[in-house]
């Protein structure tokens, strides 16, 4: 059974987490996923990415290699939510490449200034937007004034844990 039809039906996390069984530690397969969630329509990218991000859960390292063709689907002028939640759950999880990072840095920045985009999305590009700004301090008053300015909309507890205890770590 090739790597496609196996992804294609994936639709609850026993089927997620038995596709990483599957493909594991095996580099070549995680390339044959990447490749995958990179070119296919998003009903086939989109359990890839959830793929993706369990296997980031337990093995970062290996996609390490893949992130920016990773991050490149994140670029596209449509993008999925379960997409963009999970790439971003990736990013949070491992290091964002440096030649990526502003990149990364305006697609974080667009989704928390969206008052439309989903609250799961938000939460993951501010925690990537707190560790670029360990390395970027010039951003963290930009970040603190936009989830100040969200806090007062979002009213969901997870979104306003994770903004207060971003903000209490940038203020520090």
Not at 19 to 26: F, G, L, N, R
Not at 48 to 54: F, Y
């Amino acid at each position: 059974m090739d790597m496609r039809s196996q992804i294609a039906p994936i639709q609850s996390a026993r089927q997620c987490l038995q596709a990483v069984e599957i493909i594991s530690t095996d580099k070549k397969k995680i390339k044959e996923l990447v490749h995958i969630f990179v070119t296919e329509n998003d009903d086939i990218a989109r359990p890839a990415s959830w793929v993706l991000s369990k296997i980031a859960e337990n093995h970062p390292a290996l996609l390490y290699p893949h992130l920016h063709d990773i991050i490149s689907r994140l670029q596209r002028p449509v993008v999925h939510d379960g997409i963009k939640r999970h790439v971003l759950k990736i990013l949070e999880i491992c290091s964002v490449p440096e030649d990526e990072e502003g990149v990364v840095m305006n697609l974080c920045f667009d989704v928390l200034s969206d008052v439309k985009e989903a609250v799961a999305i938000k939460v993951f590009a501010m925690s990537v937007l707190a560790e670029l700004a360990k390395k970027y301090p010039d951003i963290k008053q930009e970040l603190i004034t936009i989830l100040q300015d969200t806090l007062s909309l979002e009213a969901t507890p997870g979104f306003k844990s994770r903004a207060n205890k971003i903000i209490r770590a940038l203020t520090k």
